[in-house]
């Protein structure tokens, strides 16, 4: 935008030139941060997760041993899945700050062009928080129940995979393959339920988003073609808008992602708590 007005509009080449630097300038910042910032979370989640594996094999290998019995596909299920989703609460949380930072941003930049837009981004936001706080409660119970059946269909193939000969010998090959069959669709089911969720809560999320954006161009579509904004700051505020397209969906979906994730912490918390057997 302000390239347009200060050098495009008065066709002045010294300050287009100083300009476009200014916008190759920008571009490698926010490029550099964004890989140093993408590499430097990886680093942090793949830690974590290593750590919480080690805390809670810990739990189940104690020398007084854990009140919360487990069979073998069962304590996998804790150490692998859950520990996968818990760690990743870390990547949710920074991910979430710079989606804050990014529609703060955003929305002061506007702010100078036109306080009405600046509101119309900030109320949307807020908005997009708590409906989608609402609508996502249900995930906790569901992604309880998918780590539950997940857990379950660990433990029968461990089972039969220890007691495997044996099955063998007795002839109950058939029946153990319909019961671990029975286990797997189980959790399957369980499995598919939160993802399609998931998937129909994003889905909510970027229409949303979609619709202030939509809102945010017509409005400062209407402020150009009356002349209260400059073709600049029109460039600008559509800019802006397309942004934080991407920030406002993420911020709504947010909420969901986060209760997924609640529910293996709760699994996890129960299982580090738990009280000594002997």
Sequence with gaps: GATIDEAVLPSDPTALVLWLGIL???????????????????????????????????????????????????????????????????????????????????????????????????????????????VSRPLERRGMIEQRAATEAGAVAADFMSGFRVLVGMGARGEAVRRYVAASESSRIAATAPGLSLAGYEAVSATLAALTTTALAGMSAWFAAGGDISIGELVTVLGLAQFLSGSLAYAGSFPSNWIHKVASARRLADLINADDLL
């Design 24 to 134: 190759v300038g920008v571009f490698v910042i926010l490029t550099t941060s964004y890989q140093s910032a993408s590499r430097l979370m990886v680093s942090i989640y793949g830690h974590g997760e290593q750590a919480l594996r080690h805390l809670a094999l810990s739990q189940l290998l104690r020398p007084r041993l854990s009140d919360l019995t487990l069979t073998p596909g069962e304590a996998l299920t804790y150490v692998t899945s859950d520990t996968y989703r818990v760690a990743g609460v870390a990547w949710s949380v920074a991910q979430q700050c710079a989606t804050i930072a990014a529609i703060v941003g955003a929305g002061l930049a506007m702010l100078v062009i036109s306080p009405m837009a600046t509101l119309v981004v900030f109320a949307s936001t807020i908005a997009m928080l708590v409906v989608m706080r609402i």
